[in-house]
């Protein structure tokens, strides 16, 4: 079991050849990183008492690192109908979907519209960002003949922190993943929608539900499934909801009895320990202090953080010494690190096939095999710190683990990038035993859709607050 917490580039530093000096300072140095990027049992242990610790602050209001912002719905009952359009916007790409739900538990997308979102709008004024939103809907429609009924209702997914007050407006709070638009925070989004919408004559469309899309994962999961009660994003960023006592929510003014979901924006957690690699890229962010565990755990990091460690190791001659070789900002993406750990093969040829790619020839299998220990040793940090979050919620809910809990999670990082999952399970299996089995981690393809035509159709049931 104590195998689990050792980082892979011990192996590597087993295989390494000769014993001159050379070769102990590379030992010493793969040694510091083992020990920089490692997250023991106890490590996930602590963090499960102080998340739970920052979970009561945020719920009561008190200050904390996570938000724990009520979503105002509750999940599905299965029994939802009709059809919707969704929005989603929060990560690489904004889409467009239009959603029949059966009412007997089974989603369908009918029509998916995916605009890439020009650097310009992410970082320009609101307002421009509001009109792109509006425009794609417009060359949705057109392209795919939809025909809008009077008040066709609207999802809007909306994968940023956000105080509501009910499911139908939220004011953002901060941008996250690169985002700057102007003039959005404290601003209500919906209002902001339904401006940009009128403007460009779509006014038959009526905003019903605005979600988070983790809140959107859980309710899509939720409609097939009685058991889920969580909803994790493991993409651009991260992030995870999960299903409250309405009671539990102090700072709520007028709590109504049952359940209702919260958004614990975890990816804002910060009581967690970092290194000199993790502070570097903090600082070299445009939100630099926050976000300090999505920082270590998402796609739009994690690659950043090994090319960090890959830069000090090409500066030292610990790897390509012999060849020419450079990785320069944002230039080392998580999709790389992907690809150089689903290597299998005894040369480790797709590896030396994607260097070549980049002009770095003549690798030997030491650079090869220490490339790949560098990514496996933070990408196995990024899931032990997820399953310690994971484990912080489902314990918070249900300390022993008694029930069932589905846990539903969207997001191309845990979907594509190779043993992220089975990281995972084998951590929660470290911290709980037997006991993990019951809390099932499923995908969910296409929460973010799916899910808030769900959390629309909950909401136009009246059942937005309550069971
Ligand atoms: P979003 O979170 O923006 O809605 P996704 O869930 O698709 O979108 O996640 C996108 C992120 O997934 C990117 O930031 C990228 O780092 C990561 N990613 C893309 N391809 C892969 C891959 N093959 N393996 C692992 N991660 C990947
Ligand atoms: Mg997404």
Redo the contacts with the bound molecule.
């Keep these: 079991m104590a195998m689990y917490g050792q980082p892979d580039l011990r192996e590597v530093i087993f295989a390494l050849e000769g014993d001159g000096m050379a070769s102990q300072k590379l030992r010493d140095f793969l040694e510091s990183i083992n020990g920089k990027f490692d997250f023991t049992t106890e490590d996930m242990r602590r963090m499960v008492q102080s998340f739970h610790l920052e979970m009561g602050n945020g719920l009561s209001g008190r200050k904390s690192s996570l938000k724990m912002l009520p979503a105002f719905v509750d999940r599905a009952t299965g029994k939802e109908k009709g059809h919707f359009v969704a929005l ?1 916007l ?4 904004f889409r467009v979907i239009q959603v029949e739900l059966d009412g007997r538990g089974h989603a369908r997308v009918n029509h998916t519209g995916k605009f890439v979102i020009p650097n310009a709008v992410m970082r320009g004024t609101g307002t421009q960002l509001f009109n792109f939103i509006a425009q794609s809907i417009e060359k949705f429609i057109l392209r795919y003949e939809i025909e809008l009924e009077k008040k066709s209702k609207l999802g809007f997914t909306f ?1 940023f922190p956000i105080d509501q007050k009910n499911i139908v407006s939220g004011i953002l709070i901060n941008w996250t ?1 690169g985002f700057t638009a102007t003039g959005v925070i404290g601003a209500n989004v919906v209002k902001l929608l339904e401006e940009a919408i009128r403007k460009y004559g779509l006014e038959n469309i009526q905003v019903a539900a605005l979600a988070n ?1 983790t809140v959107g994962a859980l309710a899509a999961k939720s409609y097939e499934d009685p058991d889920c009660d969580v909803g994790i ?5 991260t992030n995870a909801c999960y299903r409250e006592k309405t009671a539990n929510i102090l700072k709520l003014k007028n709590p109504v009895s049952g359940h209702m979901i919260v958004n614990t924006e975890w990816g804002n957690y910060s009581k967690i320990k970092s290194n000199e690699y993790d502070d570097k890229l903090d600082r070299a962010t445009n939100n630099p202090g926050r976000q300090r565990m999505e920082k270590m755990i ?3 990091y ?2 950043e953080v090994a090319r960090l460690v890959l830069s000090d190791m090409i500066r030292s001659k610990f790897i390509f010494a012999g060849c020419k070789a450079r990785f320069s900002k944002g230039n080392f ?3 790389h ?3 150089v750990e689903s290597d299998k093969s005894k040369d480790l040829i797709k590896i030396e096939g994607y260097l070549e790619g980049l002009g770095i020839l003549d690798t030997t299998h030491e650079d090869r095999a220490l490339l790949k220990g560098v990514c496996r040793t933070i990408s196995r940090r990024a899931a032990r710190i997820s399953a310690a979050a994971i484990s912080s919620v489902v314990t918070w809910m249900d300390p022993k683990l008694r029930a069932k809990h589905t846990v539903a999670i ?9 043993n ?1 999952r089975r990281t995972i399970v084998a951590a929660l299996r470290e911290l709980h035993g037997d006991a993990a089995k019951r809390t099932k981690l499923t995908q969910v393809k296409d929460g ?1 859709g799916i899910g808030v035509a769900v959390v629309a159709a909950v909401a136009s049931r009246g059942k937005s607050r309550s069971v």
Aim: hydrophobic residues 25%; charged residues 25%.
């Design positions: 989603d929060g990560g690489t790409n994968s993943k899309d994003i493991f993409g651009t960023g998402s796609g739009m994690l690659g993406k998580t999709r690190m992907a690809l969207d997001g191309t990082l845990y979907e594509k990038y190779p992220f973010s």
